[in-house]
């Protein structure tokens, strides 16, 4: 019994922890890259001025608030649509248009070395007719002389 209640307080105490570093702000260089990457860096599934960014979970919120990312809460369809979307006719579909981001840090031992891994997911309409649409990548992120900068592209796929 002592042994179930020691491990319950040291897991608490470590889930207490990673919340407390989850809430810190990345450094400013690095909430710029962080930016950059989550909304310009995954084009394929269109791009229009008035879109949204929906964050896919709290984890992810955290993050893009962290970088400045402006988001908002989930339209009345619980997947965004796509903003290359079309209607039957051909025409643009009306606002809101946008993606569902998923976006999550993985640190090195180093703490130099950072993977982000994002993914974005939408409803791609065209035509009238609807299919579900994602892509996503891990961008290797260094700090190197005082920036941060990305050494590398991994894991990069879409729908």
Known sequence: MKGLLVGLLASLG??????????????????????Q????????GG???EM???AADS???????????PTVAAPAREMPLCPGSTEADG????????????????TEPDTTTRHLRVTRSCDFRYRGRV?????????NLRREDGRWRVV????RWIT
Request: overall charge neutral; some cysteine; aromatic content about 6%.
């Open 37 to 44: 990457l989550v909304v310009d860096s995954l084009p394929d």
């Open 131 to 139: 299919r579900r649409f994602g892509e996503g990548a891990t961008w």
């Open 52 to 54: 949204i960014l929906v």
């Open 59 to 69: 984890a992810s919120a955290e993050l893009m608030r962290s970088a400045d990312v």
């Open 91 to 106: 025409q643009p579909t009306a606002p809101p248009v946008g993606y569902m981001v998923r976006a999550m840090f993985v």
């Open 14 to 35: 470590c889930a207490a922890s990673v919340r407390a570093i989850a809430a810190q702000p990345l450094p400013v260089g690095l909430a710029a890259l962080v930016r």
């Open 47 to 49: 791009a229009r001025d």
């Open 152 to 155: 590398g592209v991994f894991d």
